[in-house]
């Protein structure tokens, strides 16, 4: 499949070009800073910035798959106004898929609208910290921009913990409850995120829907 990755050059979004490569996927690349990628890795530069020439890079793919989110200097972790960005180019985002008519858009979305028990989201469980609640905000508003869209989109939120690790390909799906392990921890390795992300593109499960991983 032809797929084109946005703001691939994160954790999560090298990941998972990983992934699509290993699976022999058609990846397009698109970043900031292409020079941060393999060289082998077809790329494009854009900042996502313009909807018009979104609409043009992402022309013909089957899936586009957003991994953006806001550089992480000292005002991601204390000024809504900037994490807000997220919502803004997802908003792009979504007016591009549109533009270009492409199938489905998959974005790499966020902890914090999950449910941590009954009524009460992981944001406002008390267990989220209070660094990251900008960006929990902000990704709230980007996966309400898509729920009111008339796109094919996936939101897939990681749980409250992710960070490189192993390719174990054994964890458990959810869809809006936050997933614990026997341990009582939400946690999954980058690595295993990208198999559940390729897996559906690959076979679609979730299409107009969010769904969420665990161990």
């Known amino acids: 499949m032809k797929v084109v990755v946005l703001a691939a050059t994160g954790q999560a979004g090298r990941t998972i070009l990983s992934e699509l490569i290993l699976r022999g ?4 690349a698109v970043a900031r800073t292409p020079s941060k990628l393999p060289k ?8 996502l910035s313009n909807v018009d020439r979104i609409a043009e890079i992402i022309q013909g ?5 957003s991994a953006f989110g806001p550089p992480k200097i000292d005002r991601f972790f204390s000024d809504e106004s900037y994490t807000d960005e997220l919502a803004r180019v997802t908003e792009r985002e979504i007016a591009a898929v549109q533009k270009a008519g492409v199938p489905r858009l998959i974005m790499v979305g966020g902890a914090g609208s999950l449910w941590f028990s009954s ?5 406002k469980s008390g267990h989220w910290p209070e660094h990251l609640v900008p960006i929990a905000v902000s990704h709230t508003k980007a996966f ?6 008339e796109i094919n989109w996936t939101y897939f939120s990681p749980p409250m913990f992710i960070e490189p690790g192993v390719r174990t390909g054994q964890f458990r799906l ?4 936050l997933i614990f392990d026997e341990n009582g921890k939400a ?3 980058f690595e295993d995120y990208a198999i559940a992300l390729v ?4 076979k679609p499960q979730h299409e107009r829907a969010r769904f969420t991983i665990g161990y």
């Open 25 to 28: 996927h058609e990846v397009t």
């Open 61 to 65: 793919a089957d899936v586009v798959v």
């Open 174 to 177: 959810g869809g809006d409850d």
């Open 144 to 149: 309400a921009a898509l729920r009111a869209s």
């Open 199 to 202: 897996d559906e593109i690959e």
């Open 40 to 47: 082998s890795i077809h790329t494009i530069q854009d900042d």
């Open 119 to 123: 009524g009460v989201t992981v944001l």
């Open 187 to 189: 946690w999954v390795s």
